[in-house]
């Protein structure tokens, strides 16, 4: 057995979206979705010199257990109609309910950050913020797996009720 890993939310995510269904499934699908991330006063310091990045990475919990659903190994997922392992996929159901997405940074605002092309349900809770850097984080060229007939259908494709725990 592994030992545990307790982290504590650094700030909270606010979205326009309240329940899962509806919602972009990804932040390339999220358009101009406004939002903003929250900050711990205390750790308002941390955010020097963000403002002129253009994006960030957002890691958070996935925290609604009812709109993720129980742990699952395998999942259809939103761009597909096959099973798949849940670690081939982006499906909220997993192990370790941490998700991340990459958004447009547009204003840092003392402890509060400006976001657009938000796919998070409104009260996320805040993991981490790290700078988005495309010479680190961009691979166009990699092999994207299943994902590669289907990438196109994430920017239509809204969050629906399959991951959703029994009533």
């Not at 205390?42 to 925290?63: K, Q, T």
């Not at 909220?92 to 976001?115: A, D, F, M, W, Y």
Request: proline share 11%; aromatic share 8%.
């Amino acid at each position: 057995m592994l030992p545990a890993v307790t982290f504590q939310p650094i700030g909270i995510v606010r979205t326009p979206w309240e329940t899962p269904e509806g919602m972009p499934i990804q932040p390339v699908g999220a358009g101009q979705a406004w939002g903003r991330a929250e900050i711990l006063d205390s750790l308002a310091p941390g955010l020097r010199d963000l403002e002129g990045f253009e994006r960030v990475i957002l890691v958070y919990e996935l925290h609604d257990p009812q709109g993720r659903g129980e742990p699952r190994l395998e999942v259809v997922p939103f761009l597909d109609q096959v099973p798949r392992g849940i670690f081939a996929t982006r499906a909220p159901c997993r192990p370790n309910p941490i998700g991340i997405s990459i958004v447009e940074l547009c204003k840092v605002e003392g402890n509060v950050l400006h976001l657009r092309g938000v796919d998070l349900l409104d009260g996320t809770p805040l993991l981490d913020v790290k700078p988005y850097v495309p010479r680190f984080d961009s691979f166009p060229n990699s092999r994207a797996g299943w994902f590669e007939k289907r990438q196109d259908r994430a920017t239509t494709m809204r969050a629906d009720g399959r991951f959703r725990s029994p009533e």
